[in-house]
């Protein structure tokens, strides 16, 4: 196509359009009027993505054998013994140690948590209805999968489900400027609203301007009514800065995430909320401080000391006068 007015226009009006769409698309939420294109496009779209994902990734059977298991927490010892008995099949190599890995410490914290989980894996990046963070996962409704789950793995909160496709679905990552989060602080319980913002720390307002936060406090979600799309007590990050307080109605703090969200792999989607709030206990345990190394140097005792204790001090004097001698003697021809 030549490079005309009408070209130039086209473009411009296309673009609008999709901001547009987009626009609408969030404010929509759940009924959200182009909710049925976008699971159109995840039917159309979702079973390729999982087929190239299963082509390339030897380790996707122990994905599934997490996702195929029971329904809630008490299915967590049989998880573990499935999971211990793939590792013997899956071999030594670096990578999938690692994976392993990660999926044993997701079948902790939903332990810790007593969350019922589907396992899943990241098998897409992007999303083609706007410049999100957003990732696919080889999950979808045939696995009972709904819009508007929790989505977590062995560090903490990853994100929601937005989109759900029959084999795929895709999850709203936690930095997303568009995503926000009730938090409860460690301790203090106070609650506050995270906001993502892409590759910076997330931007947490405390309901109460006054309240005492310091670097190293750690924060938890809040949760939501009827758990969607939160579920309480998931690791949401460390505060890293606090804004000095302006005598505004809130504060800002700034959190550090405890998930990296450039390197999601193993990942699961609360299907069963807790029957009680775990509060602080999915929080990992505090490192214990180094034991400081004290070292005692004692000074030696003063030359009475030594004489007292049967040690004779050397005769300076008589040493002197041997020198003398010995000087003179050098000196005579």
């Known amino acids: 196509m030549r490079d005309t007015r009408e070209s130039r226009l086209l473009l411009v009006l296309l673009i609008a359009i999709a901001f547009a769409l987009i626009t609408v698309d969030i404010r929509g939420g759940q009924e959200s009027p182009v909710d049925g294109a976008r699971q159109a496009a995840a039917a159309v779209f979702g079973p390729v993505e999982n087929g190239v994902a299963a082509a390339v990734d030897p380790i996707g059977n122990a994905i599934g054998a997490v996702r195929d298991s029971g329904e809630r927490h008490t299915r967590i010892a049989a998880l573990e013994k ?29 332990g810790a948590g007593q969350y019922g989980i589907k396992g899943a894996q990241v098998i897409a990046i992007g999303a083609a209805q706007g410049f999100s963070w957003t990732v696919t996962v080889d999950v979808g409704a045939r696995d009972g999968i ?25 999850v709203l990552l936690a930095n997303d400027p568009d995503f ?55 690791p949401v990050g460390e505060v890293v800065r606090v804004d000095p307080a302006g005598g505004g109605l809130t504060r800002n703090i700034y959190v550090r995430p405890y998930v990296g969200f450039t390197k999601l792999d193993i990942v699961g989607v609360v299907v069963q909320a807790p029957r009680s709030d775990p509060r602080d206990t999915v929080l990992p345990q505090k490192p214990k401080p ?14 009475g000391q030594q004489a007292a204790d049967g040690q004779q001090p050397p005769n300076t004097d008589q040493q002197g006068r041997n020198q003398q001698g010995q000087d003179q003697g050098d000196a005579t021809p």
């Open 82 to 110: 499935e999971n211990a008995e793939l590792k013997a099949e899956l071999g030594s190599d670096d990578r999938n140690r690692n994976r392993l890995r990660e999926l044993d410490s997701m079948l902790k914290t939903a």
């Open 146 to 170: 709904k819009r508007d789950m929790t989505v977590l793995n062995g560090s903490g909160l990853v994100g929601r489900v937005t989109t759900v496709g029959p084999s795929t679905s895709t």
């Open 180 to 234: 926000t989060v009730g938090t409860r602080m460690e301790k203090s319980d106070e609650l506050g609203f995270a906001t993502g913002q892409g590759d910076r720390p997330l931007l947490v307002q405390l309901l109460n301007g006054k309240a005492k936060v310091k670097p190293g406090d750690r924060l938890v979600t809040f949760g939501s009514r009827a758990d969607k799309p939160f579920v309480p007590g998931v």
């Open 290 to 303: 180094a034991p400081t190394v004290t070292v005692t140097v004692t000074p030696p005792p003063p030359d």
